[in-house]
T-cell receptor, first 112, second 116 residues
């Protein structure tokens, strides 16, 4: 089955700096890669996603890149703000949304 | 649109009791997914259901766990004879479709089960 590895497990950045989280996946048939943000005690919220027919997608301060050959995808957050502090999860699926395999998560701490 | 509704938000059960977790999907969504999140871990897929059908239950433990999504009413995740290791946050998500476009899934607030 699909296996998703996520790094780093924790990431501390100064406000205004960029944050990058990287994930690798094992199933070459995976075609959908969402990223979720989860604040303490709250629900995971979809922040951006990318499908395998696209190499990069951007939404304001957030961007995701996908390298199908290397089977890895990354989340980039620019101009970080304290409210970006949360746990971020990458995920992959080879069945549309049907069944997501999540990474272990990255705790991002943005210090003022 | 109230979003995905889960209840209860918190559930405490003694070992050996039954736990019933409910999930009402977003309006217009007919696909429901259950995930389990252990403390400080990622989410693990459990089961995928459409109305009256289990599509994929490959993540469900073989014993004590069952799920349903009846024609009328919410989806139910049922855990019989709970043990301490069942303590976790259980999240439900729903989507408009299972594959292709319109597959974005939205999560509920979760039910935090504590087994004492």
């Amino acid at each position: 089955g699909e296996n998703v590895e996520q790094h780093p497990s924790t990431l501390s950045v100064q406000e205004g700096d960029s944050a990058v989280i990287k994930c690798t996946y094992s199933d070459s048939a995976s075609n959908y890669f969402p990223w979720y943000k989860q604040e303490l005690g709250k629900r995971p919220q979809l922040i951006i996603d990318i499908r395998s027919n696209v190499g990069e997608k951007k939404d304001q301060r957030i961007a995701v890149t996908l390298n199908k050959t290397a089977k890895h995808f990354s989340l980039h957050i620019t101009e970080t703000q304290p409210e970006d502090s949360a746990v971020y999860f990458c995920a992959a699926s080879n069945k549309g949304w049907g069944k997501l395999q999540f990474g272990a998560g990255t705790q991002v701490v943005v210090t003022p | 649109n109230a979003g995905v509704m889960q209840n209860p938000r918190h559930l405490v059960r003694r070992r050996g009791q039954e736990a019933r977790l409910r999930c009402s999907p977003m309006k217009g969504h007919s696909h429901v997914y259950w995930y389990r999140q252990l403390p400080e871990e990622g989410l693990k897929f459990m089961v995928y259901l459409q109305k009256e059908n289990i599509i994929d239950e490959s993540g469900m433990p073989k014993e004590r766990f069952s799920a349903e999504f009846p024609k009328e009413g919410p989806s139910i995740l049922r855990i019989q004879q709970v043990v301490r290791g069942d303590s976790a946050a259980y999240f439900c998500a729903s989507s408009q479709a299972g594959t292709g476009t319109n597959t974005e899934a939205f999560f509920g607030q979760g039910t935090r089960l504590t087994v004492v």
